[in-house]
């Protein structure tokens, strides 16, 4: 089992930038894929970026290529979202999650098992 806690969300004008952070604790990070989703009020919510577990490969959502960035440490287990040029259709609550290990980071919230408590993002216009 992993346990994951965000931070680094926050109040940002459009065009800025954050970087949220997810630490995880329990098992072996460095055997999780990691995901990034995110929750606008009145949305579903939606895949934003996943790395897999070796960090050998990166996916993201069409929304955010070329603004967004994925990372992870594992040494620190902790994996990063770096966000540039933020939009206001970036405003959401945004959650780290991690699949059963060694699994894809999938696009789906039906293949992540757990969850982080997430961490609001607001970018005004």
């Known amino acids: 089992q992993v346990q994951l806690v965000e931070s680094g969300g926050g109040l940002v004008q459009a065009g800025g930038s954050l970087r949220l952070s997810c630490a995880a604790s329990g098992d072996t990070f460095s055997s999780y894929s990691m995901g990034w989703f995110r929750q606008a009020p009145g949305k579903e919510r939606e895949f934003v970026a996943g790395?897999?577990?070796?960090?050998?490969?990166?996916y993201y959502a069409n929304s955010v290529k070329g603004r967004f960035t994925i990372s992870r440490d594992n040494a620190k287990n902790t994996v990063y979202l770096q966000m540039n040029s933020l939009k206001p259709e970036d405003t959401a609550i945004y959650y780290c999650?991690?699949?059963?290990?060694?699994?894809?980071?999938?696009?789906?919230?039906?293949?992540?098992?757990?969850w982080g408590q997430g961490t609001q993002v607001t970018v005004s216009s």
């Open positions: 999650a991690a699949p059963p290990p060694v699994r894809a980071p999938g696009t789906r919230q039906s293949q992540y098992d757990y």
């Open positions: 790395i897999r577990w070796s960090g050998s490969s990166t």
